[in-house]
């Protein structure tokens, strides 16, 4: 079985703030994809980062940064210098080798960036 | 390129009434998923077709929830007869898949939000 646990679930800061999301996740899958999701208040989901198993390299774009740690089954994603657009709900989520092309959602972390 | 497009994108509608919820996947993309997201159970995954079959369909709900995928560009999701209790966001998504597994990332429509009173 699958699980993703986003342990927080509401964040606020203030502008400019820099701001982490945590992400957990459980696999028996030795190959295995992460996902992070922005939901913005419009509603529609937005894809924003793919990571595979095999790549524990952290990656940045922009003001994004994601880390993954298998050591600690974890997949963070660090927003630097948050904007007001920032503000969002964040999912992560989790695709194994044994799940077909299913993805398991966390339960999401509202983002709320104060002016 | 046309991203996933959902209609309609609001629905409102009695108890008892069926309900038909549209998706059109992204041209080229061979997989499509239904989800229901609620503030109670977050986002969940329905069913999904693989080239137009249904694979995995454990998510449905109950009887009264029905999925079909006649064509590679077309995909229907029926309530009937609906109840309150299904109001929820209906959010369609599809990937590109080779073979049997892919890890590709899902593409969403912006989702139909449905009321039923």
């Known amino acids: 079985a699958q699980k993703v646990t986003q342990a927080q679930t509401e964040i606020s800061v203030v502008e400019k703030e820099d701001v982490t999301l945590d992400c957990v996740y459980e696999t028996r899958d030795t190959t295995y994809y992460l996902f992070w999701y922005k939901q913005p208040p419009s509603g529609e989901l937005v894809f924003l980062i793919r990571?595979?198993?095999?790549?524990?390299q952290n990656e940045i774009s922009g003001r994004y940064s994601w880390n993954f740690q298998k050591s600690t089954s974890s997949f963070n994603f660090t927003i630097t210098a948050s904007q007001v657009v920032d503000s969002a709900v964040y999912f992560c989520a989790l695709s194994g080798n044994n799940a077909g092309n299913m993805l398991t959602f966390g339960g999401g972390t509202r983002l709320m960036v104060k002016p | 390129d046309a991203g996933v497009i959902q209609s309609p994108r609001h629905e409102v509608t009695e108890m008892g009434q069926e309900v038909t919820l549209r998706c059109k996947p992204i041209s080229g993309h061979n997989s499509l998923f239904w989800y229901r997201q609620t503030m109670m159970r977050g986002l969940e995954l329905l069913i999904y077709?693989?080239?137009?079959?249904?694979?995995?369909d454990s998510g449905m709900p109950e009887d009264r929830f029905s999925a079909k995928m006649p064509n590679a560009s077309f995909s229907t999701l029926k309530i009937q007869p609906s109840e309150p209790r299904d109001s929820a966001v209906y959010f369609c998504?599809?990937?590109?898949?080779?073979?049997?597994?892919?890890?590709?990332?899902?593409?969403f429509g912006p989702g139909t939000r449905l009321t039923v009173l």
């Open positions: 998504a599809s990937s590109r898949s080779a073979r049997e597994v892919t890890y590709n990332e899902q593409f």
């Open positions: 990571r595979n198993s095999f790549d524990e």
């Open positions: 077709f693989n080239n137009n079959v249904p694979i995995d």
